[in-house]
T-cell receptor, first 117, second 113 residues
Framework: AQKITQTQPGMFVQEKEAVTLDCTYD???????LFWYKQPSSGEMIFLIY??????QNATEGRYSLNFQKARKSANLVISASQLGDSAMYFC??????????????FGKGTKLTVNP | DSGVTQTPKHLITATGQRVTLRCSPR?????VYWYQQSLDQGLQFLIH???????AKGNILERFSAQQFPDLHSELNLSSLELGDSALYFC????????????FGQGTRLTVV
């Protein structure tokens, strides 16, 4: 079974608008972490944002925010005021178990975001 | 710049050969992770080292091996290479024993011909 599901293979957004990239996850572990990474065409993986399963508030980092809905097991990434440089692949990932336990990240298949001028 | 350095950036080699990919983690990071990104499998966790010791193993083939040295740099050895091993290999590092943020290197693009 897929642990991380990103249902949008591709998304388009106009420059300066906000966009939401969907991510749902599957785990029975009460302690886990959720991540978003950006991969531009150059190939590097850029860490964007992290949300712990016990965090009370949604994580925010500049123009990025994570809409964490625990009961629905979703961790959507919201990018506000899109810029042309935001065009890239975006990956959602999960770490199962608490810090110090399972160390690996499980990645979704990604969403390709295109920002139009 | 994530602070994680991977060399080489590109590698082209023939089937049956052996290659070594190198990773220098961010200063002070004790954990090093290796991932493989291919078109058909996506991003797959291979192996994790913490302060020189293997901590977790993922979908790593027996033809592949890794180690982390006392200076904390890590090497991923790929042997008896096959066409299907062509992929982008990433190293990531983190400072804590559990991942709350893992910073990736720029990757090594391996092409097996």
């Amino acid at each position: 079974a897929q642990k991380i599901t990103q249902t949008q293979p591709g998304m388009f957004v106009q420059e300066k608008e906000a966009v939401t990239l969907d991510c749902t996850y599957d785990t029975s572990d009460p302690s886990y972490g959720l991540f978003w990474y950006k991969q531009p065409s150059s190939g590097e993986m850029i860490f964007l944002i992290y949300q712990g399963s016990y965090d009370q508030q949604n994580a925010t980092e500049g123009r990025y925010s994570l809409n964490f809905q625990k009961a629905r097991k979703s961790a959507n990434l919201v990018i506000s005021a899109s810029q042309l440089g935001d065009s890239a692949m975006y990956f959602c990932a999960m770490r199962e178990g608490p810090q110090g336990g399972s160390e690996k990240l499980v990645f979704g298949k990604g969403t390709k975001l295109t920002v139009n001028p | 710049d994530s602070g994680v350095t991977q060399t080489p950036k590109h590698l082209i080699t023939a089937t049956g050969q052996r290659v070594t990919l190198r990773c220098s983690p961010r200063s002070g990071d004790l954990s090093v992770y290796w991932y493989q990104q291919s078109l058909d499998q996506g991003l797959q966790f291979l192996i994790h080292y913490y302060n020189g010791e293997e901590r977790a193993k993922g979908n790593i083939l027996e033809r592949f091996s890794a180690q982390q040295f006392p200076d904390l740099h890590s090497e991923l050895n790929l042997s008896s290479l096959e066409l299907g091993d062509s992929a982008l290999y990433f190293c990531a590092s983190s400072s804590t024993r559990g991942v709350t943020e893992a910073f990736f290197g720029q990757g090594t693009r391996l092409t097996v011909v």
